[in-house]
């Protein structure tokens, strides 16, 4: 079983749409992050969110965590072809140990 | 500024045959996690450590042994390889506790069992 679950799994886009990507869970976290991959490479970290309903932004990016710290969004405005990437959430386990769980993957395709 | 450096980056094993993929971190950092990542998939927790000599398992740690004898240092090992084993595997690494401090990856090793 995934205690994080995202969707969907694969989407392919025409440059210059929007795009909301989720990541849930049974589970509160006491954060979430969002860690964007390209291929060869190890994850990279986009964002930490920290507080129930918190929303932050990065650029075109805007990433929200839900009220009750079991889900959270990440949001894309007019996507553009280097946005492409496998985009991951990730958290550590409820069960309060030091381990880190990682969702399940968002692969995303912007065509230009 | 290397960060995470994982070697080798690829390897093809033998069934049966056992090998050790390197990581290590010039950070000074105390978390260091192993993962592995199937095809198109996120990443699944084999082992991590939260200092020098402490260890623990993490998801699927059925056919693998690491340590951790300095914080450097946090090596994995396959005593009997497997198909199942066929894989990338990533190493991170983070300055301590709380689940805000975010992983710094190497660039993994890509393992192939035939």
């Known amino acids: 079983t995934q205690l994080l679950e995202q969707s969907p799994q694969f989407l392919s886009i025409q440059e210059g749409e929007n795009l909301t990507v989720y990541c849930n869970s049974s589970?509160?976290?006491?954060?979430l992050q969002w860690y964007r991959q390209e291929p060869g490479e190890g994850p990279v970290l986009l964002v930490t969110?920290?507080?129930?309903?918190e929303v932050k932004k990065l650029k075109r990016l805007t990433f929200q965590f839900g009220d009750a710290r079991k889900d959270s969004s990440l949001h894309i405005t007019a996507a553009q072809p280097g946005d492409t990437g496998l985009y991951l959430c990730?958290?550590?386990?409820?069960?309060?140990?030091?381990?880190?769980?990682f969702g399940t993957g968002t692969r995303l395709k912007v065509l230009a | 500024n290397a960060g995470v450096t994982q070697t080798p980056k690829f390897r093809i094993l033998k069934i049966g045959q056992s090998m050790t993929l390197q990581c290590t971190q010039d950070?000074?950092?105390?978390?260091m996690y192993w993962y592995r990542q199937d095809p198109g998939m996120g990443l699944k927790l084999i082992y991590y450590?939260?200092?020098?000599?402490?260890?623990d398992k993490g998801e699927v740690p059925n056919g693998y042994n690491v340590s951790r004898s300095t914080t450097e240092d946090f090596p994995l090992r396959l005593e009997l390889a497997a198909p199942s084993q066929t894989s990338v595997y990533f190493c991170?690494?983070?300055?301590?506790?709380?689940?805000?401090?975010?992983?710094?990856f190497g660039d993994g090793t890509r393992l192939s069992i035939l």
């Open positions: 991170a690494s983070r300055v301590g506790q709380g689940g805000n401090q975010p992983q710094h």
């Open positions: 950070m000074n950092h105390n978390y």
């Open positions: 589970s509160v976290f006491s954060s």
């Open positions: 969110v920290v507080t129930g309903g």
């Open positions: 990730a958290g550590v386990h409820p069960s309060g140990t030091y381990k880190y769980i």
């Open positions: 450590s939260v200092g020098a000599g402490i260890t």
